[in-house]
């Protein structure tokens, strides 16, 4: 089962006291999953939606809500369908009145084309409705990574803009975004999404996308402290490779004229070519501070390439490998 699916199911199995918030719900999933059609004559409208539960839900919602009746088909599946069963609800027989009740027709029998006011400026408890009547109707959560988004596709821009104002008033921001011509409501903040779960009712869902995102986010760490601690060791070794190639022709330069204490640094760094400059010092007879011994080996690379730069020859950087040159 998908978070989607998950998430969906919960809310449509939700029980609401308030007839004012199944009212709000109601007209949120008629406005995002439906429409208004002609037959005989006579106004009806038909919603479209994706599983038995739902339709359940928003069949009982209309026969004690509104006194109406209503019929259900199915739908075959075709090319550009969503994907699922697809049932319609259709209400014929007191359709206008419904479009009427529900803001799909305002009182001169003219198409509406957001949500009704009275909704997007209503309580909290009825806000919350409006959102779970849409995600119900046409919601789609995307699992917490880089594109984790809770994005509500929506029949045009007006029904965005009252829907973004309802998550405003509910203090979550959400955007519009439309993508080839149809307009959605988008939410991508991970904190925002679980938020927006929890004030709909989907409590369970909050609690499986707050935990999959606290997985993310510590696997996302762990793979930039790996990644952080291999640079570390790249470099690290890189750098010891570089020191026992400049040390190297340091020595060879100077030959014998190189300073006994030097030459001992310079010895030291040699046989033991992967150990630390404290590890060194701890390496020496007697033991030295990693100061110390950085001080004799810069100052043996630094005689070597005076003398190389006086007898006219490459200086300590001639050894370097061609992976570590420039």
């Known amino acids: 089962m998908t978070l989607t699916t998950e998430v969906r199911d919960e809310l449509s199995r939700l029980v609401v006291a308030r007839t004012d918030d199944r009212a709000a719900e109601l007209a ?19 919603v479209e939606l994706d599983t038995l539960a739902l339709v359940g839900r928003v069949r009982r919602d209309i026969a004690e809500l509104y006194g109406l009746r209503s019929d259900v088909v199915s739908q075959p599946q075709s090319a550009g369908r969503r994907s699922g069963p697809e049932y319609v609800v259709r209400v014929l027989d007191g359709g206008e009145t419904l479009a009427r009740q529900v803001g799909l027709l305002d009182a001169r029998r003219r198409p509406i084309r957001g949500l009704p006011n009275r909704l997007t400026t209503g309580s909290r408890s009825e806000l919350a409705a409006v959102w779970r009547g849409a995600v119900l109707a046409a919601g789609q959560l995307t699992e ?12 045009g821009n007006e029904s965005a803009m009252a829907l973004v104002g309802a998550a405003t008033r509910l203090g979550i921001s959400a955007k519009i975004r439309e993508v080839r011509g149809v307009s959605r409501v988008v939410l991508r903040d991970g904190e925002a999404i679980g938020q927006m779960l929890r004030i709909m009712g989907a409590s369970r869902g909050a609690a499986s996308w707050d935990e ?22 790249r470099r690290s070794a890189e750098a010891a490779v570089a020191a026992c190639a ?11 004229e190189v300073p006994e204490h ?63 040159e420039g």
Not at 29 to 38: C, D, P, S
Not at 228 to 233: G, S
């Open 246 to 256: 400049r040390v190297e022709r340091a020595l060879e330069i100077l030959g014998d």
């Open 28 to 46: 949120s999933i008629v406005r995002f999953a439906g429409g208004l059609h002609t037959i005989s004559n006579r106004i009806a409208v038909e």
């Open 144 to 155: 917490p990574g880089r594109s984790a988004s809770l994005e509500i596709t929506c029949p």
């Open 212 to 233: 999959l995102r606290q997985a993310r986010e510590v696997r996302a760490t762990a793979n930039r402290l790996v990644n952080f601690d291999d640079a570390n060791l």
């Open 262 to 324: 030097l030459r001992y640094a310079g010895m030291l760094r040699l046989a033991h070519r992967e150990a630390s400059l404290d590890e060194l010092g701890h390496h020496a007879d007697p033991p030295m501070t990693k100061d110390a011994i950085a001080g004799r080996i810069r100052r043996l690379l630094a005689m070597a390439d005076k003398r190389a730069y006086e007898l006219g020859v490459p200086g300590t950087d001639a050894n370097l490998p061609a992976f570590l």
